[in-house]
């Protein structure tokens, strides 16, 4: 190093940090070389301490002064005061030759030189000697511009993307500090690259802000697209939009169910899960099956009573003989009674009907009213029921494929056939006192109720459920849809003589050859609060699941090689950090698994909050990348600084002073941790702040209140138009 560039020695050094004794010529704290003058001492600046070959890049974090009295030898005398300039520096990385690499293995020794940097050195700190035009996709390195350094303003700031999304991300700062523009500009500035294709982005966007830095609005009310060829999608959840987020209510599986309808463990949620179970194995594939599965299910049902035999018993076992027997003289049980022995030749048609009379024969009630079953009855029961489960338990030569189905499964079931058979089989099988059952699930039958007939609650259950079970590919559409993918050629969609237009409008883009979307934004903002947490959950989960399965050589691509970036707004809203007394939300415990176990499929997570202290530990811990804007709360400064590692402490305390759009990044996704200026979103999403004044002077300014407290209503929007408009003309 050039004598010109020593500005010091190393007087301490700890794990992390070291502090350097200035050289007292440094009055003015600027030191001029051949390549110009140079501030020393300025925060977030670094520092070289050569250590052998190698160079150690610490960032000031701290510059003081201190005077100290010095005693004569002859103790008779005290020397005026002597001025001595400290400075503390985080250690970051070092330089070997002109590759800089983050970490530290090497500590100075005391009295080490320090010395400022150079062009050369700044170069290797900030990757700028190795970019070059062309971008290696197997190792892109840190390619994607973010903005400027604050200190250098002369060098730009680029992320490495595999970095950046592939171990999870965390941009976080107070409102107002830049947070949404900071998202916007470094997806801007990726998907407008010439090299990048396509990209799979989306938006879970609580706020309405991101289709203003995705899409243009036109003067005649519609929408472009902003960045040229490059489309987004923009899914809205106002009901009365045409192209709104809809989701089949069988998508959710069991966990969903239990969550949404706030089943209490005990009773509630093993009977929900009972009347899922029975709602998805009848419409999960041949009617046989469903027959067969029941069968199976009502012999052990009355083995259960039977082995009780008490005498209460009798009327309950005779009732349900009875109801077996005349369910099996129905039409449609008929038929597929008569397909079940085609399946299994060892049973006829009368078989199961008679082993039921047969049951009701034994276990009726004989002798006194209130004699048990005594243990020979109990015996015959048990033998002549044996023998009709012993011929069902056998899989048949043609498989079950189809034919079983469980809680989780994402099949059809009637929704009106799940509230009012189902849930009564089920509360009739767990309790032999019906009363009793319906008593304790009554809170969580008010619920179901409430959900499947509130209209806020159409885009889950929908209006016209019975058009559903025609719809071929629903699952496939829905993640084509969500995920930004063309149509597939191959797939044969119901045509809309059979499911009409405006019922599934992710049905109706993909039947209507959508073209492929770089970015999905699932605009949330008018989405009921109460399911929130549901609806991001049941999207997160679908996702993750489906990048789970591209493992499987059908799916025609390998595990990770179909990479996802899921972006979370306001992620406090719906991943919060609970009370021990509480029970875990749905939502946080899937975006716990996603970020645990996301990376490995190709799922990344970029998580925004301006509340890191509400904000699920298990998530912001697991992301290795921090875009970090202004934080002025106490409480989400120590939050925060119990997540990120310690040697960035004394980095972290300058957060809250930050000016609007600096951001300091720290983590695996740049070279060295720096201050940065953030590139100006181009455009910028709707999140610029409140003018009031010009509010205030601008008298012509007043909403069309009637007409949105008519949309509020339910009385605005396109479908009411569409249904006026008869009465108009008559």
Not at 94 to 112: E, H, T
Not at 431 to 445: E, F, G, K, V
Not at 684 to 703: C, G, H, I, M
């Amino acid at each position: 190093m050039a004598a010109e560039h020593e500005i010091g020695r190393v007087i301490a050094v700890d794990t992390a940090q070291v502090t350097v004794e200035l050289n007292g010529d440094l009055k003015a704290l600027t030191r001029s070389t051949y390549e110009g003058t140079i501030e020393v001492g300025r925060i977030n600046s670094y520092i070289i301490i050569p250590v052998g070959s190698h160079r150690i890049v610490g960032m000031v974090t701290r510059v003081v002064m201190s005077e100290e009295s010095e005693l004569q030898t002859d103790k008779m005398m005290v020397s005026l005061p002597s001025t001595r300039r400290l400075m503390k520096a985080t250690m970051i990385g070092s330089i070997s030759d002109k590759d800089y690499r983050q970490g530290i293995n090497l500590f100075p020794v005391l009295d080490s030189k320090v010395f400022l940097t150079t062009r050369g050195d700044l170069d290797a700190i900030f990757g700028t000697g190795r970019k070059s035009a062309e971008i290696d996709p197997e190792n892109p390195g840190y390619c994607v511009h973010i903005g400027k350094s604050v200190v250098f303003p002369d060098y730009n700031i680029y992320i490495d993307p595999d970095a950046f999304f592939g171990k999870h991300a965390a941009i976080i700062g107070s409102t107002g500090s830049g947070k949404s523009c900071s998202i916007a500009t470094i997806l801007q500035s990726i998907i407008s690259r010439e090299e990048v294709k396509r990209t799979r982005i989306v938006i879970l966007d609580t706020n309405g802000e991101y289709r203003a830095a995705f899409q243009k609005k036109n003067a005649d009310g519609t929408y472009t697209n902003a960045i040229p060829d490059r489309r987004s999608l923009y899914i809205p959840t106002d009901s009365t939009e045409r192209e709104r987020l809809t989701i089949p209510y069988w998508f959710m599986d069991s966990d969903d169910f239990v969550r949404l309808f706030r089943a209490a463990p005990g009773v509630q949620r093993p009977i929900l899960l009972n009347s899922l179970t029975l709602a998805r194995q009848e419409g999960a594939g041949p009617q046989w099956t469903f027959l067969r599965d029941t069968l199976m299910q009502e012999c052990h049902r009355v083995l259960t009573l039977t082995a009780t035999g008490a005498w209460q018993d009798r009327n309950t076992i005779n009732a349900l003989c009875d109801g077996v027997v005349s369910a099996l003289a129905g039409a449609q049980n008929q038929a597929a009674l008569h397909d079940l022995v085609e399946q299994y030749p060892t049973l006829q048609v009368v078989g199961p009907s008679t082993t039921f009379q047969q049951v009701k024969a034994l276990a009726g009630r004989q002798g006194q009213s209130y004699d048990p079953l005594n243990m020979a009855q109990r015996q015959e029961t048990e033998g002549v029921l044996s023998g009709l489960i012993s011929s069902l338990a056998v899989v048949p030569a043609s498989g079950m494929e189809g034919g079983s189905s469980s809680a989780d499964r994402p099949s059809y079931f009637g929704k009106t056939a799940f509230r009012y058979r189902h849930l009564e089989t089920a509360m009739s099988r767990d309790q032999s006192n019906t009363a009793r059952a319906r008593d304790n699930c009554s809170t969580m039958l008010t619920r179901i109720y409430r959900l499947l007939e509130d209209s806020r609650f159409e885009f889950l259950f929908g209006p016209c459920s019975e058009e559903w079970p025609t719809v071929r590919h629903g699952l496939a559409t829905f993640l084509r849809d969500i995920l930004g993918l063309a149509s597939s050629a191959e797939a044969e969609l119901t045509e809309a003589a059979v499911l009409a237009e405006g019922v599934l409008p992710f049905y109706d883009r993909q039947r209507n050859d959508a073209n492929a979307a770089n970015v999905v934004i699932v605009d949330l903002s008018l989405l009921a609060s109460e399911v929130l947490e549901n609806v991001t959950a049941l999207l997160g989960r679908l996702i993750h699941e489906f990048l789970q399965r591209l493992s499987d050589p059908v799916s025609g691509v390998g595990r990770g090689e179909f990479p996802v970036i899921l972006v979370l707004e306001e992620a406090q809203n719906y991943i919060r950090e609970g009370r021990k007394s509480e029970e875990d939300s749905i939502s946080k415990q899937v975006f716990e698994r996603i970020a645990r176990e996301g990376r490995k499929f190709g799922l990344g997570l970029v998580v925004a909050s301006q509340r890191p202290s509400e904000l699920s530990k298990t998530v912001l811990s697991q992301c290795n990348s921090f875009v970090v804007h202004r934080l002025q709360n106490p409480e989400d400064l120590r939050y925060f600084r119990e997540i990120v590692p310690g040697i960035y402490n004394q980095l972290l305390d300058q957060l809250p002073a930050l000016a609007p759009r600096s951001a300091l990044v720290l983590g695996e996704c740049v070279q060295a941790p720096v201050l940065v200026e953030m590139r100006e979103a181009d455009p910028t999403p709707r999140s610029k702040n409140p003018q009031f004044y010009k509010s205030w002077t601008d008298e012509a300014l007043v909403p069309d209140v009637e007409a949105v407290a008519a949309k509020w209503e339910g009385q605005g929007g396109p479908a009411a138009d569409e249904q006026a408009a008869p009465d108009e003309l008559a």
